[in-house]
C-alpha cells in the first residue's frame, strides 16, 4: 500500500525480493469499505500474497498538507483522513518532543489503516496475511519501520 506520490515503487523492488505488487492511494488514505477489501481479498487469493505493508516516504505530499496548508483538502475523500491527522497532530505536539512529532504521526497514521485493514479482512481469509507499516526515508533511501501503536496512543495511564 503505497501512495503515488511517493514514487516508490522501484524503491521497493530494489529492497524487498519476489513479486511486489502495490495499491495506490493518496496519502495511504484509503477507504476500506465493503467493496475495496474485497478488490484487496480477491488480489491476495489471485496471487497468493501472505504479507501486505504499508508505505510512506516521510515527506509524503499528502500528509505534510494535511499537517500544514490542506490545500488538497478538496480533493475528494480526503476531508476525513485530514481532520483525523490534525486531531493526531495537537495530541503529539502536547507530548512528544520536535525530534519524534512527525514520525509519531505518520506512525500513528499508518498504524490506523493497518487496524482498519485487519478488522476489514477478519474472517474473509483463512490465513490472513501479516500487515504491517514502514516509513521511507528520502534521505538515507531507507526503509524503517514504523513506531509501535502503544507508542502511537491518543492518551495513556501511568499508574
Not at 474472517?123 to 534521505?139: A, C, D, E, M
Not at 531507507?142 to 502511537?152: A, E, G, M, N, Q
Amino acid at each position: 500500500m503505497i501512495c503515488p506520490t511517493d514514487q516508490l515503487e522501484s524503491a521497493i523492488n530494489a529492497r524487498f525480493e519476489g513479486h511486489n505488487y502495490f495499491y495506490t492511494t493518496l496519502g495511504n488514505t484509503l477507504i476500506l469499505d465493503k467493496n475495496t477489501v474485497g478488490q484487496i481479498v480477491a488480489l491476495l487469493d489471485k496471487n497468493s500474497i501472505r504479507k501486505i505493508t504499508f508505505i510512506l516516504s516521510e515527506d509524503n505530499c499528502i500528509v505534510l498538507d494535511a499537517l500544514k496548508n490542506q490545500h488538497f483538502l478538496t480533493i475528494k475523500g480526503l476531508n476525513g483522513p485530514y481532520a483525523h491527522l490534525q486531531k493526531h497532530k495537537k495530541h503529539v505536539l502536547s507530548s512528544w518532543d520536535a525530534e519524534h512529532q512527525h514520525t509519531l504521526i505518520l506512525s500513528h497514521h499508518l498504524n490506523q489503516k493497518i487496524k482498519e485493514l485487519k478488522a476489514g479482512l477478519q474472517g474473509l481469509l483463512t490465513t490472513p496475511p501479516l500487515i504491517n507499516g514502514k516509513l521511507f526515508s528520502v534521505h538515507t533511501k531507507d526503509f524503517r519501520p514504523i513506531h509501535s501503536d502503544l507508542v502511537c496512543m491518543y492518551s495513556g495511564n501511568l499508574s
